[in-house]
């Protein structure tokens, strides 16, 4: 399995644009969660999945954000309009149901400018 | 709710020597816990896990053991390389849930 992959690796936008970051998981993967790093705030979950479905959205930092997943291979976290302050590495990650970790994309570094 | 502490700081340590990273937790029940490391310009990776209490992971010459009764998961490697600079992760899930708690994470540079 080529792993969980995410697209677009960098992606440099103005203020203002919308910006579309794309996820694939790994095939047979119940669950699928969309994470934001940065150096002040770390790790933090956005939203996750679980059967296409949302399950928690609560970390979703406003409604500039909206994620969808219409179907088990692709799922996209979109943000419009845009600001310098969600320049960060945002990664996607994929799981079985029980516990048994994630495996995470090689994630998508965005900068507003 | 569930949550994972890690030591503060950046851990820098010359090739060789002997790393051991810190991490507590605070749960409910008989969670599982997890290593994960990132290195430089990538998405995290599982290093090691363990399911139940006394349980030891390793990985890679890594180790960490599941202490119940001090509710820790201390990561520790005997002869750290340069290869092993990265950022490493502590992270619990409860049973039946695929939600993972992450610390905050610890920087290691290994200087040659």
């Known amino acids: 399995d080529a792993g969980v992959i995410q697209s677009p690796r960098h992606e440099v936008t103005e203020m203002g644009q919308e910006v579309t970051l794309r996820c694939k998981p790994i095939?047979?993967?119940?669950?699928l969660f969309w994470y934001r790093q940065t150096m002040m705030r770390g790790l933090e979950l956005l939203i996750y999945?679980?059967?296409?479905?949302?399950?928690?959205d609560s970390g979703m930092p406003e409604d500039r954000f909206s994620a969808k997943m219409p179907n088990a291979s692709f799922s996209t976290l979109k943000i419009q309009p845009s600001e310098p302050r969600d320049s960060a590495v945002y990664f996607c990650?994929?799981?079985?149901?029980?516990?048994?970790?994630?495996?995470f994309g090689s994630g998508t570094r965005l900068t507003v400018v | 709710g569930d949550s994972v502490t890690q030591m503060e700081g950046p851990v820098t340590l010359s090739e060789e020597a002997f790393l051991t990273i810190n991490c507590t937790y605070t749960a409910t029940g008989y969670p599982s816990l997890f290593w994960y490391v990132q290195y430089p310009g990538e998405g995290l990776q599982l290093l090691l896990k363990a399911t139940k209490a006394d349980d030891k992971g390793s990985n890679k010459g890594f180790e960490a053991t599941y202490r119940k009764e001090t509710t820790s998961f201390h990561l520790e490697k005997g002869s750290v390389q340069v290869s092993d600079s990265a950022v490493y992760f502590c992270?619990?899930?409860?049973?039946?849930?695929?939600?993972?708690?992450f610390g905050k994470g610890n920087q290691v540079v290994v200087i040659p």
């Open positions: 999945f679980n059967n296409n479905v949302p399950i928690d």
């Open positions: 992270a619990l899930s409860q049973q039946g849930n695929n939600r993972l708690a």
């Open positions: 095939s047979g993967h119940d669950y």
């Open positions: 990650a994929s799981s079985f149901a029980g516990g048994y970790g994630y495996t």
